[in-house]
């Protein structure tokens, strides 16, 4: 069973849309979250953390985490070509170590 | 600028050779991590240093070693024992607060290591 689990994609949407990105994780006892962006060929780029449960805005981002369903998502309003990529979630599974998921793939088509 | 470099970008590994991933961080960071990336898999963490000199295995050493000799380089070495080294490698660092805290972690661009 892996630890977080996302939809690979690939998600395509037209700019200007707004993009839900969802993982789902098992149980947890730590309350750090996190959701990275990772271009072709590049390093993955810390978006947004949040820590234990409710939202988080920055910019054109929310993220958001539900502990009752263990559920985290990244919220992209107004999407933009740039945000063409492959996004990461992450949780917390001991101190300053993390499970990643496996990434979900979106296209944002001008 | 702050960053991580690893290098090389590509490289080619013949069967029974061993090989050494270069890692260099700028940021003054204290901890350091190598991941391994595959596809349709999350990263999964190889060895990870908190402090010079020393270095705890993550969940996949096996086949894998590491050095913490100066603060800013962490070189991974990837020997004839891992079977299946064929996969996209990522340093990272960061820096816990002063009680061991969690601080966000930072990724180089990778090397991508290939079998001939």
């Known amino acids: 069973q892996k630890e977080v689990e996302q939809d690979p994609g690939p998600l395509s949407v037209p700019e200007g849309a707004i993009v839900s990105l969802n993982c789902t994780y098992s149980?947890?006892?730590?309350?750090?979250f996190m959701w990275y962006r990772q271009y072709s060929r590049k390093g993955p780029e810390l978006l947004m953390y949040?820590?234990?449960?409710g939202n988080k805005e920055d910019g054109r981002f929310t993220a958001q985490v539900d502990k009752s369903s263990k559920y985290i998502s990244l919220f992209i309003r107004d999407s933009q070509p740039s945000d063409s990529a492959t996004y990461l979630c992450?949780?917390?599974?001991?101190?300053?170590?993390?499970?990643f998921g496996s990434g979900t793939k979106l296209n944002v088509k001008p | 600028d702050g960053g991580i470099t690893q290098s090389p970008k590509y490289l080619f590994r013949k069967e029974g050779q061993n090989v050494t991933l270069s890692c260099e961080q700028n940021?003054?960071?204290?901890?350091m991590y190598w991941y391994r990336q595959d596809p349709g898999q999350g990263l999964r963490l190889i060895y990870y240093?908190?402090?010079?000199?020393?270095?705890q295995k993550g969940d996949i050493a096996e086949g894998y070693s590491v050095s913490r000799e100066k603060k800013e380089s962490f070189p991974l070495t990837v020997t004839s024992a891992q079977k299946n080294p064929t996969a996209f490698y990522l340093c990272?660092?960061?820096?816990?607060?002063?009680?061991?805290?969690?601080?966000?972690?930072?990724f180089g661009d990778g090397t991508r290591l290939s079998i001939l």
């Open positions: 940021l003054n960071h204290d901890a």
């Open positions: 949040t820590y234990s449960s």
């Open positions: 240093s908190q402090i010079v000199n020393d270095f």
């Open positions: 992450a949780r917390e599974y001991n101190f300053n170590k993390f499970y």
């Open positions: 149980n947890s006892a730590f309350q750090y």
């Open positions: 990272a660092s960061s820096n816990p607060d002063i009680w061991g805290g969690w601080q966000p972690q930072h």
